[in-house]
Protein backbone atom coordinates (compact mmCIF):
# COMPACT_ATOMS: atom_id res chain seq x y z
CA UNK A 1 0.00 0.00 0.00
CA UNK A 2 1.30 3.22 -0.66
CA UNK A 3 1.72 5.58 2.27
CA UNK A 4 2.79 8.40 1.00
CA UNK A 5 3.44 10.37 -2.61
CA UNK A 6 5.67 9.38 -5.04
CA UNK A 7 8.39 10.78 -6.53
CA UNK A 8 6.54 10.88 -9.44
CA UNK A 9 3.47 12.52 -8.79
CA UNK A 10 5.04 15.42 -7.36
CA UNK A 11 7.57 15.54 -10.31
CA UNK A 12 4.87 16.21 -12.79
CA UNK A 13 2.60 18.35 -11.02
CA UNK A 14 5.57 20.54 -10.17
CA UNK A 15 6.06 20.76 -13.95
CA UNK A 16 2.42 21.62 -14.46
CA UNK A 17 2.86 24.46 -12.02
CA UNK A 18 6.03 25.61 -13.43
CA UNK A 19 4.86 25.65 -17.42
CA UNK A 20 1.80 27.55 -16.00
CA UNK A 21 3.44 30.07 -14.40
CA UNK A 22 5.22 30.91 -17.92
CA UNK A 23 2.17 32.83 -18.51
CA UNK A 24 3.36 36.05 -16.54
CA UNK A 25 6.22 36.31 -18.57
CA UNK A 26 9.68 38.33 -17.73
CA UNK A 27 8.50 39.38 -14.38
CA UNK A 28 8.30 35.73 -12.88
CA UNK A 29 10.96 32.93 -13.28
CA UNK A 30 10.04 29.47 -12.64
CA UNK A 31 11.67 26.25 -12.59
CA UNK A 32 11.32 22.68 -11.11
CA UNK A 33 14.05 22.37 -8.00
CA UNK A 34 14.69 19.04 -6.43
CA UNK A 35 15.98 18.79 -2.53
CA UNK A 36 19.49 17.93 -2.91
CA UNK A 37 19.95 15.83 0.72
CA UNK A 38 18.50 12.48 2.43
CA UNK A 39 16.76 9.65 0.97
CA UNK A 40 14.17 11.64 -1.50
CA UNK A 41 15.16 14.28 -3.98
CA UNK A 42 11.61 15.34 -3.73
CA UNK A 43 10.90 18.06 -6.44
CA UNK A 44 9.60 21.51 -5.43
CA UNK A 45 8.42 24.45 -7.30
CA UNK A 46 10.94 27.48 -7.22
CA UNK A 47 10.13 30.99 -8.29
CA UNK A 48 11.39 34.23 -8.59
CA UNK A 49 9.25 37.30 -8.91
CA UNK A 50 9.97 41.14 -9.34
CA UNK A 51 8.73 42.46 -5.85
CA UNK A 52 5.98 44.21 -7.31
CA UNK A 53 4.07 41.16 -9.24
CA UNK A 54 4.67 39.05 -6.22
CA UNK A 55 0.95 40.15 -5.13
CA UNK A 56 -0.68 38.97 -8.19
CA UNK A 57 1.28 36.32 -8.36
CA UNK A 58 0.19 35.20 -4.85
CA UNK A 59 -3.76 35.29 -5.70
CA UNK A 60 -3.22 33.80 -9.14
CA UNK A 61 -1.48 30.78 -6.61
CA UNK A 62 -4.06 30.51 -4.50
CA UNK A 63 -6.89 30.89 -6.86
CA UNK A 64 -5.54 28.59 -9.88
CA UNK A 65 -3.12 26.33 -8.02
CA UNK A 66 -5.05 25.78 -5.17
CA UNK A 67 -2.43 27.04 -2.59
CA UNK A 68 -3.54 27.64 0.75
CA UNK A 69 -0.89 27.87 3.51
CA UNK A 70 1.81 30.06 3.93
CA UNK A 71 4.82 28.02 5.47
CA UNK A 72 7.47 30.89 6.39
CA UNK A 73 8.54 34.27 5.17
CA UNK A 74 12.28 34.94 5.36
CA UNK A 75 13.69 37.93 4.95
CA UNK A 76 17.56 38.35 4.66
CA UNK A 77 20.03 41.28 4.36
CA UNK A 78 23.19 41.27 1.58
CA UNK A 79 24.65 44.56 2.93
CA UNK A 80 27.02 44.29 0.25
CA UNK A 81 24.92 43.65 -2.75
CA UNK A 82 23.88 46.83 -4.04
CA UNK A 83 21.25 45.27 -6.85
CA UNK A 84 19.41 43.04 -4.58
CA UNK A 85 20.24 44.13 -0.73
CA UNK A 86 16.95 42.19 0.85
CA UNK A 87 15.90 39.37 0.07
CA UNK A 88 12.17 37.70 0.84
CA UNK A 89 11.68 34.25 0.38
CA UNK A 90 8.27 32.70 0.89
CA UNK A 91 7.68 29.18 1.70
CA UNK A 92 4.46 28.29 0.60
CA UNK A 93 2.71 24.83 0.41
CA UNK A 94 -0.04 23.17 -0.92
CA UNK A 95 -1.99 20.68 1.28
CA UNK A 96 -5.34 20.29 -0.02
CA UNK A 97 -6.83 20.24 3.27
CA UNK A 98 -10.46 20.55 3.39
CA UNK A 99 -13.35 20.14 5.78
CA UNK A 100 -14.62 16.54 6.34
CA UNK A 101 -17.80 16.02 3.78
CA UNK A 102 -21.03 15.76 5.54
CA UNK A 103 -23.48 13.38 4.50
CA UNK A 104 -26.68 13.02 5.90
CA UNK A 105 -25.91 15.30 8.83
CA UNK A 106 -23.08 12.74 9.17
CA UNK A 107 -19.70 14.18 9.81
CA UNK A 108 -16.97 11.37 7.80
CA UNK A 109 -13.18 12.22 7.90
CA UNK A 110 -10.87 12.38 5.17
CA UNK A 111 -8.81 9.81 4.82
CA UNK A 112 -7.25 10.86 1.35
CA UNK A 113 -6.50 8.20 -0.73
CA UNK A 114 -2.75 9.35 -1.60
CA UNK A 115 -1.95 7.07 -4.68
CA UNK A 116 -4.27 8.77 -6.68
CA UNK A 117 -3.58 12.00 -6.16
CA UNK A 118 -2.84 13.92 -9.37
CA UNK A 119 -2.59 17.58 -10.83
CA UNK A 120 -3.60 20.33 -8.28
CA UNK A 121 -4.61 18.03 -5.42
CA UNK A 122 -0.89 16.91 -5.09
CA UNK A 123 1.14 18.49 -2.10
CA UNK A 124 3.47 20.80 -3.15
CA UNK A 125 6.10 23.12 -1.81
CA UNK A 126 7.26 26.34 -3.16
CA UNK A 127 9.97 28.35 -2.75
CA UNK A 128 9.31 32.42 -3.81
CA UNK A 129 12.43 34.68 -3.53
CA UNK A 130 12.33 38.55 -4.80
CA UNK A 131 15.06 41.29 -3.76
CA UNK A 132 15.10 44.68 -3.49
CA UNK A 133 17.52 46.62 -4.49
CA UNK A 134 20.09 49.30 -1.54
CA UNK A 135 17.26 51.30 0.29
CA UNK A 136 16.49 52.44 3.84
CA UNK A 137 13.24 51.44 4.00
CA UNK A 138 12.34 48.29 2.14
CA UNK A 139 9.16 47.07 1.75
CA UNK A 140 7.37 44.26 -0.39
CA UNK A 141 3.69 43.66 -0.57
CA UNK A 142 1.64 42.10 2.05
CA UNK A 143 -0.28 38.73 1.92
CA UNK A 144 -1.47 38.75 5.06
CA UNK A 145 -4.83 38.45 3.69
CA UNK A 146 -4.59 36.20 0.92
CA UNK A 147 -2.98 33.59 3.78
CA UNK A 148 -3.80 34.79 7.22
CA UNK A 149 -0.87 32.64 8.56
CA UNK A 150 1.27 34.99 6.59
CA UNK A 151 0.34 37.61 9.04
CA UNK A 152 2.48 36.79 12.21
CA UNK A 153 5.24 35.91 9.55
CA UNK A 154 5.49 39.19 8.00
CA UNK A 155 5.32 41.04 11.54
CA UNK A 156 8.48 38.93 12.51
CA UNK A 157 9.88 40.07 9.52
CA UNK A 158 10.09 43.21 10.08
CA UNK A 159 10.66 43.13 13.79
CA UNK A 160 13.98 40.90 12.75
CA UNK A 161 14.91 42.22 9.77
CA UNK A 162 13.56 45.54 9.10
CA UNK A 163 11.66 44.98 5.71
CA UNK A 164 7.99 46.35 5.67
CA UNK A 165 4.97 44.60 4.12
CA UNK A 166 2.94 47.32 2.25
CA UNK A 167 -0.65 47.18 3.14
CA UNK A 168 -0.33 44.81 6.19
CA UNK A 169 -2.53 46.05 9.18
CA UNK A 170 -1.43 46.37 12.51
CA UNK A 171 2.40 46.16 11.84
CA UNK A 172 4.05 45.96 15.29
CA UNK A 173 7.22 43.80 17.23
CA UNK A 174 6.48 40.78 18.22
CA UNK A 175 9.51 39.01 19.46
CA UNK A 176 11.24 41.87 20.53
CA UNK A 177 10.09 44.20 23.45
CA UNK A 178 7.86 47.03 22.28
CA UNK A 179 9.89 49.95 23.36
CA UNK A 180 13.15 48.97 21.44
CA UNK A 181 14.34 51.95 19.29
CA UNK A 182 12.53 52.44 16.06
CA UNK A 183 15.29 51.08 13.04
CA UNK A 184 16.65 48.44 15.41
CA UNK A 185 16.59 45.43 13.66
CA UNK A 186 19.19 42.69 14.83
CA UNK A 187 18.63 40.37 12.17
CA UNK A 188 20.51 42.90 9.77
CA UNK A 189 24.47 42.83 9.01
CA UNK A 190 25.90 45.89 10.48
CA UNK A 191 24.83 43.95 14.13
CA UNK A 192 27.55 42.06 14.21
CA UNK A 193 28.18 38.66 16.20
CA UNK A 194 31.57 37.35 17.19
CA UNK A 195 32.78 33.82 16.55
CA UNK A 196 34.09 32.22 20.06
CA UNK A 197 36.17 29.50 19.01
CA UNK A 198 36.43 26.82 21.58
CA UNK A 199 39.73 27.87 22.62
CA UNK A 200 38.64 31.06 23.78
CA UNK A 201 35.35 29.73 25.70
CA UNK A 202 37.90 27.26 27.93
CA UNK A 203 39.99 30.04 29.09
CA UNK A 204 36.93 32.27 29.50
CA UNK A 205 33.96 29.89 30.50
CA UNK A 206 31.98 32.49 31.77
CA UNK A 207 32.36 35.05 28.90
CA UNK A 208 33.04 38.18 31.12
CA UNK A 209 36.24 39.06 28.64
CA UNK A 210 33.82 38.64 25.69
CA UNK A 211 32.53 41.53 23.68
CA UNK A 212 30.33 42.00 20.55
CA UNK A 213 32.52 43.23 17.80
CA UNK A 214 30.18 46.59 17.46
CA UNK A 215 30.62 47.26 21.02
CA UNK A 216 30.83 51.00 22.24
CA UNK A 217 29.19 51.92 18.50
CA UNK A 218 26.03 53.85 18.52
CA UNK A 219 23.51 51.26 17.08
CA UNK B 1 -21.60 45.59 31.48
CA UNK B 2 -18.46 47.47 30.30
CA UNK B 3 -15.96 45.46 28.33
CA UNK B 4 -12.52 46.18 29.75
CA UNK B 5 -9.31 44.44 28.78
CA UNK B 6 -7.05 42.36 31.43
CA UNK B 7 -3.61 40.57 31.41
CA UNK B 8 -3.77 36.09 31.28
CA UNK B 9 0.03 35.83 31.93
CA UNK B 10 2.89 36.72 31.70
CA UNK B 11 2.52 34.37 35.28
CA UNK B 12 -0.22 32.27 34.35
CA UNK B 13 -0.92 28.95 34.63
CA UNK B 14 -2.99 28.59 31.23
CA UNK B 15 0.00 30.28 29.16
CA UNK B 16 2.34 26.96 29.90
CA UNK B 17 5.53 29.34 29.54
CA UNK B 18 6.10 33.21 29.75
CA UNK B 19 3.76 35.06 27.38
CA UNK B 20 0.16 37.31 27.67
CA UNK B 21 -2.59 37.06 26.58
CA UNK B 22 -4.72 40.42 26.64
CA UNK B 23 -8.42 39.66 26.70
CA UNK B 24 -10.71 42.12 26.47
CA UNK B 25 -14.13 40.64 28.17
CA UNK B 26 -17.48 41.37 28.84
CA UNK B 27 -19.01 40.09 32.21
CA UNK B 28 -17.37 36.90 31.43
CA UNK B 29 -17.71 36.72 27.94
CA UNK B 30 -14.56 37.04 25.99
CA UNK B 31 -15.13 39.75 23.38
CA UNK B 32 -11.17 39.98 21.94
CA UNK B 33 -7.86 38.93 22.62
CA UNK B 34 -4.39 39.44 22.03
CA UNK B 35 -1.04 37.54 22.35
CA UNK B 36 1.82 38.98 23.48
CA UNK B 37 4.99 37.26 23.15
CA UNK B 38 8.61 37.58 23.16
CA UNK B 39 9.14 37.35 26.67
CA UNK B 40 12.22 34.57 26.19
CA UNK B 41 13.18 35.62 22.70
CA UNK B 42 16.74 34.47 22.82
CA UNK B 43 17.80 35.45 18.97
CA UNK B 44 18.62 31.85 18.36
CA UNK B 45 18.53 32.72 14.41
CA UNK B 46 21.63 34.93 15.22
CA UNK B 47 23.58 33.32 17.27
CA UNK B 48 23.20 30.52 15.06
CA UNK B 49 24.96 33.02 12.27
CA UNK B 50 28.38 32.67 14.47
CA UNK B 51 28.10 28.99 14.62
CA UNK B 52 29.67 26.26 12.70
CA UNK B 53 26.72 23.79 10.99
CA UNK B 54 27.31 21.31 13.95
CA UNK B 55 27.29 23.61 16.58
CA UNK B 56 23.98 24.58 15.50
CA UNK B 57 22.12 20.85 16.73
CA UNK B 58 22.21 21.79 20.29
CA UNK B 59 20.83 25.62 19.79
CA UNK B 60 18.01 23.73 17.87
CA UNK B 61 17.29 20.80 20.54
CA UNK B 62 16.79 23.94 23.15
CA UNK B 63 14.05 25.57 20.75
CA UNK B 64 11.38 23.34 22.51
CA UNK B 65 12.20 22.15 25.80
CA UNK B 66 9.66 19.43 25.40
CA UNK B 67 10.47 18.13 22.50
CA UNK B 68 13.80 18.36 21.90
CA UNK B 69 14.44 15.50 19.55
CA UNK B 70 11.99 16.56 16.84
CA UNK B 71 13.33 20.31 16.64
CA UNK B 72 17.11 19.42 16.31
CA UNK B 73 15.56 16.86 13.53
CA UNK B 74 13.84 19.21 11.53
CA UNK B 75 17.35 21.35 11.72
CA UNK B 76 19.33 18.54 10.50
CA UNK B 77 17.16 17.37 7.69
CA UNK B 78 17.53 21.17 6.31
CA UNK B 79 21.66 21.52 6.71
CA UNK B 80 21.24 17.79 4.84
CA UNK B 81 19.28 19.83 1.97
CA UNK B 82 22.01 22.38 2.20
CA UNK B 83 24.82 20.04 2.67
CA UNK B 84 23.68 17.86 0.09
CA UNK B 85 24.79 14.98 2.43
CA UNK B 86 23.67 11.00 1.67
CA UNK B 87 22.18 8.75 4.95
CA UNK B 88 22.63 5.25 5.57
CA UNK B 89 19.72 3.80 5.82
CA UNK B 90 19.80 2.41 9.06
CA UNK B 91 20.39 6.30 10.69
CA UNK B 92 17.29 6.98 9.36
CA UNK B 93 15.80 4.14 11.18
CA UNK B 94 17.51 5.21 14.28
CA UNK B 95 16.04 8.89 14.00
CA UNK B 96 12.42 7.57 13.57
CA UNK B 97 12.73 5.86 16.62
CA UNK B 98 14.31 9.18 18.46
CA UNK B 99 11.69 11.32 16.75
CA UNK B 100 8.85 9.44 17.60
CA UNK B 101 9.79 8.52 20.94
CA UNK B 102 9.97 12.10 21.26
CA UNK B 103 6.40 12.48 19.60
CA UNK B 104 5.67 10.33 22.39
CA UNK B 105 6.98 11.94 25.18
CA UNK B 106 5.92 15.49 23.96
CA UNK B 107 1.90 14.46 23.41
CA UNK B 108 2.64 12.51 27.41
CA UNK B 109 3.81 16.66 28.82
CA UNK B 110 1.14 17.75 26.99
CA UNK B 111 -1.88 15.58 28.32
CA UNK B 112 0.15 15.66 31.52
CA UNK B 113 -0.22 19.68 31.52
CA UNK B 114 -3.25 19.79 30.12
CA UNK B 115 -5.48 17.67 32.83
CA UNK B 116 -4.39 19.74 35.35
CA UNK B 117 -5.87 22.89 33.13
CA UNK B 118 -9.40 21.21 33.05
CA UNK B 119 -9.35 19.64 36.69
CA UNK B 120 -7.96 16.67 36.49
CA UNK B 121 -4.54 16.25 38.52
CA UNK B 122 -4.60 12.50 38.15
CA UNK B 123 -4.03 12.21 34.98
CA UNK B 124 -1.15 14.90 35.30
CA UNK B 125 0.75 12.48 37.39
CA UNK B 126 -0.26 9.01 35.49
CA UNK B 127 0.91 10.83 32.06
CA UNK B 128 4.29 11.96 33.85
CA UNK B 129 4.96 8.60 35.20
CA UNK B 130 4.52 7.14 31.50
CA UNK B 131 6.68 9.64 30.15
CA UNK B 132 9.53 8.82 32.64
CA UNK B 133 9.93 5.64 30.70
CA UNK B 134 10.32 7.56 27.03
CA UNK B 135 12.75 10.10 28.90
CA UNK B 136 14.84 6.60 29.83
CA UNK B 137 15.20 5.57 26.33
CA UNK B 138 15.94 9.14 25.36
CA UNK B 139 18.66 9.22 27.84
CA UNK B 140 19.70 5.74 26.38
CA UNK B 141 20.05 7.08 23.15
CA UNK B 142 21.30 10.62 23.28
CA UNK B 143 22.77 10.53 26.92
CA UNK B 144 20.89 13.07 28.43
CA UNK B 145 17.36 13.72 29.39
CA UNK B 146 16.08 16.80 27.63
CA UNK B 147 18.50 18.05 25.39
CA UNK B 148 20.21 14.90 23.54
CA UNK B 149 21.96 16.69 20.31
CA UNK B 150 21.30 13.15 18.85
CA UNK B 151 21.39 13.62 15.14
CA UNK B 152 24.38 14.38 13.13
CA UNK B 153 24.77 15.78 9.96
CA UNK B 154 24.99 12.24 7.86
CA UNK B 155 23.26 9.80 10.46
CA UNK B 156 23.33 9.94 13.95
CA UNK B 157 25.45 9.99 17.48
CA UNK B 158 25.43 6.62 18.37
CA UNK B 159 23.80 3.50 17.31
CA UNK B 160 21.05 2.00 19.50
CA UNK B 161 22.46 0.65 22.79
CA UNK B 162 23.84 -2.95 23.41
CA UNK B 163 19.84 -4.60 24.66
CA UNK B 164 18.19 -1.05 23.91
CA UNK B 165 15.48 -2.79 21.31
CA UNK B 166 14.56 -5.26 24.15
CA UNK B 167 13.72 -2.67 26.57
CA UNK B 168 11.98 -0.52 23.96
CA UNK B 169 9.89 -3.07 23.24
CA UNK B 170 8.80 -4.06 26.92
CA UNK B 171 8.22 -0.17 27.53
CA UNK B 172 6.53 0.42 24.61
CA UNK B 173 4.08 -2.49 24.78
CA UNK B 174 3.35 -1.84 28.83
CA UNK B 175 2.46 1.64 27.55
CA UNK B 176 0.44 0.98 24.94
CA UNK B 177 -1.67 -1.09 27.75
CA UNK B 178 -1.84 2.26 29.96
CA UNK B 179 -3.01 4.52 27.10
CA UNK B 180 -6.18 2.66 27.85
CA UNK B 181 -5.88 4.05 31.58
CA UNK B 182 -5.95 7.65 30.38
CA UNK B 183 -8.48 7.24 27.77
CA UNK B 184 -10.82 5.37 30.70
CA UNK B 185 -10.07 8.14 33.63
CA UNK B 186 -10.55 11.22 30.57
CA UNK B 187 -13.22 9.70 28.67
CA UNK B 188 -15.13 8.60 31.47
CA UNK B 189 -14.81 11.99 33.73
CA UNK B 190 -17.69 14.31 33.72
CA UNK B 191 -15.45 17.06 34.52
CA UNK B 192 -13.21 16.41 31.43
CA UNK B 193 -15.93 15.95 29.15
CA UNK B 194 -17.93 19.26 30.13
CA UNK B 195 -15.10 21.34 29.90
CA UNK B 196 -13.33 19.98 27.15
CA UNK B 197 -16.98 19.04 24.40
CA UNK B 198 -18.50 22.02 22.67
CA UNK B 199 -16.11 24.49 23.70
CA UNK B 200 -13.26 25.90 20.76
CA UNK B 201 -14.76 24.68 17.90
CA UNK B 202 -11.85 25.17 14.92
CA UNK B 203 -12.15 24.35 11.14
CA UNK B 204 -9.57 22.68 9.21
CA UNK B 205 -9.89 24.84 5.68
CA UNK B 206 -9.63 28.37 8.48
CA UNK B 207 -6.82 26.54 10.04
CA UNK B 208 -5.05 25.51 7.38
CA UNK B 209 -5.31 29.28 6.12
CA UNK B 210 -4.30 30.55 9.14
CA UNK B 211 -1.22 28.41 8.92
CA UNK B 212 -2.06 25.50 11.57
CA UNK B 213 -1.09 22.09 10.69
CA UNK B 214 -0.16 18.97 12.40
CA UNK B 215 -2.51 17.19 15.24
CA UNK B 216 -5.03 20.44 15.08
CA UNK B 217 -5.79 20.10 11.47
CA UNK B 218 -5.92 16.32 12.09
CA UNK B 219 -8.71 17.09 14.66
CA UNK B 220 -10.58 18.69 12.45
CA UNK B 221 -10.85 15.85 10.34
CA UNK B 222 -7.93 15.78 7.63
CA UNK B 223 -5.34 13.55 7.36
CA UNK B 224 -3.07 15.78 6.01
CA UNK B 225 0.46 14.66 7.60
CA UNK B 226 3.86 15.75 6.05
CA UNK B 227 5.21 12.60 6.36
CA UNK B 228 3.14 11.55 3.55
CA UNK B 229 2.46 14.77 1.99
CA UNK B 230 6.62 15.69 1.88
CA UNK B 231 8.24 12.48 2.34
CA UNK B 232 11.38 11.84 4.40
CA UNK B 233 12.99 9.08 6.39
CA UNK B 234 11.89 5.72 6.06
CA UNK B 235 8.02 6.59 6.92
CA UNK B 236 7.02 4.75 3.64
CA UNK B 237 8.74 1.45 4.94
CA UNK B 238 6.76 1.18 7.87
CA UNK B 239 3.23 -0.12 8.18
CA UNK B 240 0.93 3.37 9.29
CA UNK B 241 -1.75 5.57 8.83
CA UNK B 242 -1.78 9.36 10.09
CA UNK B 243 -4.27 9.22 12.91
CA UNK B 244 -7.39 11.45 12.11
CA UNK B 245 -10.34 12.25 14.28
CA UNK B 246 -14.06 12.67 13.17
CA UNK B 247 -15.08 16.19 14.38
CA UNK B 248 -18.52 17.95 14.55
CA UNK B 249 -20.66 19.53 11.79
CA UNK B 250 -19.18 23.35 13.31
CA UNK B 251 -15.66 21.79 13.81
CA UNK B 252 -13.00 20.13 15.89
CA UNK B 253 -13.77 21.10 20.24
CA UNK B 254 -11.11 20.91 22.53
CA UNK B 255 -12.26 17.02 22.82
CA UNK B 256 -11.32 16.21 19.32
CA UNK B 257 -7.75 17.96 19.86
CA UNK B 258 -7.21 15.44 22.72
CA UNK B 259 -8.11 12.39 20.70
CA UNK B 260 -5.85 12.87 17.73
CA UNK B 261 -2.98 13.20 20.23
CA UNK B 262 -3.85 10.25 22.44
CA UNK B 263 -4.35 7.91 18.85
CA UNK B 264 -1.20 9.29 17.77
CA UNK B 265 0.60 8.06 20.53
CA UNK B 266 -0.71 5.07 19.80
CA UNK B 267 0.36 5.43 15.46
CA UNK B 268 3.84 6.09 17.28
CA UNK B 269 4.71 3.66 19.60
CA UNK B 270 3.48 0.94 16.78
CA UNK B 271 5.96 2.73 14.41
CA UNK B 272 8.56 2.63 16.67
CA UNK B 273 7.98 -1.41 17.07
CA UNK B 274 7.62 -1.92 14.02
CA UNK B 275 10.80 0.11 12.78
CA UNK B 276 12.72 -2.08 15.42
CA UNK B 277 11.84 -5.34 13.12
CA UNK B 278 12.28 -4.15 10.13
CA UNK B 279 15.57 -1.90 10.56
CA UNK B 280 18.38 -2.88 8.22
CA UNK B 281 21.29 -5.08 10.40
CA UNK B 282 18.47 -5.82 13.04
CA UNK B 283 17.74 -3.61 16.24
CA UNK B 284 20.24 -5.87 18.44
CA UNK B 285 23.22 -5.01 16.43
CA UNK B 286 25.51 -2.33 17.78
CA UNK B 287 27.62 -0.07 15.77
CA UNK B 288 30.59 1.99 17.37
CA UNK B 289 30.03 5.39 16.92
CA UNK B 290 31.40 7.20 13.59
CA UNK B 291 30.64 4.08 11.41
CA UNK B 292 29.69 4.18 8.07
CA UNK B 293 26.74 2.51 8.68
CA UNK B 294 25.17 4.74 11.33
CA UNK B 295 26.79 8.26 10.21
CA UNK B 296 27.36 9.62 6.41
CA UNK B 297 30.12 11.83 5.02
CA UNK B 298 28.99 15.64 5.31
CA UNK B 299 31.03 18.77 4.09
CA UNK B 300 31.63 21.67 6.46
CA UNK B 301 31.17 23.89 4.03
CA UNK B 302 28.11 25.60 2.11
CA UNK B 303 28.78 28.36 -0.67
CA UNK B 304 27.46 31.31 -1.37
CA UNK B 305 24.02 30.57 -3.13
CA UNK B 306 23.43 27.23 -1.52
CA UNK B 307 19.88 27.22 0.27
CA UNK B 308 18.44 24.05 2.14
CA UNK B 309 15.17 23.74 3.62
CA UNK B 310 13.01 21.13 4.94
CA UNK B 311 9.63 20.63 6.27
CA UNK B 312 9.34 18.50 9.28
CA UNK B 313 6.11 17.04 11.21
CA UNK B 314 7.05 18.35 14.14
CA UNK B 315 4.75 17.12 17.86
CA UNK B 316 2.74 20.60 17.28
CA UNK B 317 2.56 20.75 13.63
CA UNK B 318 4.57 21.68 10.57
CA UNK B 319 8.38 22.93 11.30
CA UNK B 320 11.09 23.94 9.41
CA UNK B 321 14.18 25.27 8.74
CA UNK B 322 15.62 27.44 6.11
CA UNK B 323 19.16 27.81 5.54
CA UNK B 324 21.58 30.01 3.59
CA UNK B 325 25.17 29.41 3.25
CA UNK B 326 27.78 31.31 2.64
CA UNK B 327 28.51 32.64 5.91
CA UNK B 328 31.37 33.84 7.49
CA UNK B 329 34.62 31.76 7.84
CA UNK B 330 34.25 30.76 4.11
CA UNK B 331 31.42 29.16 4.39
CA UNK B 332 32.11 27.59 7.46
CA UNK B 333 28.76 29.04 9.21
CA UNK B 334 25.27 29.72 7.32
CA UNK B 335 24.41 33.19 6.61
CA UNK B 336 21.20 32.82 7.77
CA UNK B 337 18.77 30.43 9.57
CA UNK B 338 15.13 30.65 9.68
CA UNK B 339 12.99 28.92 11.92
CA UNK B 340 9.50 28.19 11.35
CA UNK B 341 7.68 27.18 14.30
CA UNK B 342 4.32 26.04 14.33
CA UNK B 343 2.99 27.77 17.74
CA UNK B 344 4.28 30.60 16.76
CA UNK B 345 1.47 31.28 13.93
CA UNK B 346 -0.62 28.81 15.96
CA UNK B 347 -1.07 30.94 19.47
CA UNK B 348 -2.77 34.10 17.18
CA UNK B 349 -5.19 31.72 15.79
CA UNK B 350 -6.29 29.63 18.84
CA UNK B 351 -6.48 33.32 20.37
CA UNK B 352 -9.16 34.19 17.56
CA UNK B 353 -10.66 30.50 18.36
CA UNK B 354 -11.75 31.52 22.05
CA UNK B 355 -13.60 35.11 21.00
CA UNK B 356 -17.55 34.18 22.54
CA UNK B 357 -16.40 31.75 25.13
CA UNK B 358 -16.21 31.91 28.88
CA UNK B 359 -13.35 32.80 30.58
CA UNK B 360 -13.16 29.87 32.17
CA UNK B 361 -13.10 27.79 28.73
CA UNK B 362 -9.46 30.17 27.85
CA UNK B 363 -7.24 26.88 29.99
CA UNK B 364 -9.20 24.79 27.59
CA UNK B 365 -9.08 25.73 24.49
CA UNK B 366 -5.48 27.73 25.07
CA UNK B 367 -3.89 24.03 26.53
CA UNK B 368 -6.01 21.84 23.44
CA UNK B 369 -3.49 24.08 20.89
CA UNK B 370 -0.15 22.38 23.05
CA UNK B 371 1.46 25.84 23.23
CA UNK B 372 5.11 25.49 23.46
CA UNK B 373 6.30 29.16 24.33
CA UNK B 374 11.01 27.73 23.78
CA UNK B 375 9.91 27.15 20.14
CA UNK B 376 7.33 30.41 20.00
CA UNK B 377 9.90 33.02 20.87
CA UNK B 378 13.05 31.66 19.57
Redesign the interface.
Known sequence: M????SAKQVLSAAKEIVADVADFGDAVNAEVRH??????K?AYVYIEVVASEWRELALWLKKTKKV?????I?G?HWPENADATWQV?A?L?R??????T?VN?R??????D?ASLSGNDV?M?F?ITMTIPDTREPSVPSVADI???????EK?TWD?VGIDFEGHIGMR?????HDSPTGYH??QKQ?K????DFNEMYDDAQGFGRKPEDSGRVK | MAEMWISMGPQHPMTHGLWTLKVKVDGETVVDTEPDLGYIHRGVEKICEARDFTQITPYADRLCYASANTWSHAYIYAAEDLLEVEVPERAEYIRMVAVELQRVASHLMWLGAYCPDVGNLTGMVWCLREREMMMDLLQELGGSRMHYNFPRIGGVKRDLPIGFALRCRAKLKLFLERIQEYEAILDESTIFLVRTQGVGYAKAEEMINHGVSGPNVRAAGHNYDVRWAHPYSIYDELDWEPSVERPSIKGSDCYDRYRVRVEEMRQSALMILDGLDKMPGGADTHYQSGDPAILGKAPARAAEGQTGFHHFEDSRGESMFYLAGGGDGRGKHPYRVSIRSPMFITIPYASKCMIGYKIADIPAIMGSFDPCIGETDR
Open positions: ANEIHTGGRRNDYCSMTIVHMTGVTNPVKVHEIKVIPEEWVGADWNELRVLLPPLHLRYH
